[in-house]
C-alpha cells in the first residue's frame, strides 16, 4: 500500500521561508514530485527528486532523502502568490499524491 | 492542443443519472492518467491509458466507472447511475513518455461533478 503524509496546513509571512516535510511508505518508488495546485486550477509541476540529494530551482527547492522516506520542499521569499495547495507525490509509473499542504501566506 | 483539455468544467447530475467526462490529451502524448479528487485531499489514482490499451484500472472504486481512450487520444470516463460519494473533481493527466517520467505530468483543470 501507499502512505504518504504531509502537514495539513502552515502559515507564513509575505518574505519569509517554508518548509514542508513529506514522509512516505510506498510500495515502488521512480522518483518524489512536488506540485502546485491553486483553487479550482489544475496541479502544476515544482520539481522532481530520483536521487538523494537538494534540487534548486529559483525560489524553490526540494530534497530528498530515500534511505529515510523523506522530502521536504523549501519556498523562500514568500509571495502572496504562493498561496496554494502543495502536492507531494510518489511516482511508481502512477503518482500517488499526499492530502496535500495549503500553504497561506500573510501580508 | 496547448495543454490538456477537459469537458465539461462543470457537471450536475442527479442520482442515478449516467454521465461523461471527456479529456482531451496534449496531441502526440502517449500515456494518459485519470484521476479523482475530493475536497480536501489529494488526487487518486484511477485508471492508465498508453495509447489506446488500458494497462491499469485498479483504481477504479466500482463497475460504475469505466474508461476508454478508442483511437489513443481522446479519452472519455463515463460514471453510471452516479452516487453521492462520486461527488469529486476528476483529472486527467498526459505524458510523452511510456510509463514513469522525469519530466511530470500536464494537468487537465478538471471535472468539477456534483451529485445532488
Not at chain 2, 442527479?14 to 485519470?34: E, M, N, T, Y
Not at chain 2, 472504486?61 to 469529486?88: C, M
Request: proline share 3%.
Amino acid at each position: 500500500g501507499q502512505n504518504i503524509d504531509q502537514p495539513t496546513e502552515m502559515t507564513a509571512t509575505e518574505g519569509a521561508i517554508v518548509q514542508i516535510n513529506c514522509t512516505y511508505q510506498t510500495s515502488g518508488f521512480n522518483g518524489l514530485f512536488w506540485y502546485q495546485q491553486h483553487a479550482g486550477e489544475a496541479p502544476t509541476f515544482l520539481s522532481y527528486n530520483v536521487l538523494d540529494g537538494l534540487e534548486e530551482k529559483g525560489r524553490f527547492s526540494s530534497f530528498l532523502s530515500r534511505s529515510k522516506g523523506y522530502s521536504y520542499l523549501l519556498l523562500k521569499e514568500l509571495q502572496m502568490k504562493d498561496s496554494a495547495s502543495y502536492l507531494c507525490a510518489v511516482n511508481d509509473y502512477k503518482l500517488s499524491f499526499g492530502a496535500g499542504t495549503t500553504v497561506t501566506v500573510r501580508a | 492542443g496547448a495543454g490538456v483539455s477537459q469537458s465539461p468544467r462543470y457537471k450536475v447530475a442527479k442520482r442515478g443519472q449516467d454521465v461523461a467526462l471527456r479529456c482531451d490529451p496534449i496531441s502526440g502524448h502517449v500515456s494518459l492518467f485519470w484521476y479523482q479528487q475530493a475536497l480536501g485531499q489529494g488526487p487518486e489514482f484511477l485508471t492508465y491509458f498508453q495509447n489506446e490499451a488500458q494497462l491499469d484500472k485498479s483504481g477504479l472504486p466500482s463497475d460504475r466507472f469505466f474508461a476508454e481512450r478508442p483511437e489513443g487520444s481522446v479519452s472519455t470516463l463515463k460514471i453510471q447511475r452516479t452516487q453521492q460519494e462520486d461527488s469529486a473533481v476528476y483529472l486527467c493527466a498526459s505524458s510523452s513518455e511510456e510509463g514513469g517520467t522525469n519530466y511530470g505530468y500536464t494537468f487537465g483543470s478538471g471535472t468539477r461533478l456534483t451529485v445532488v
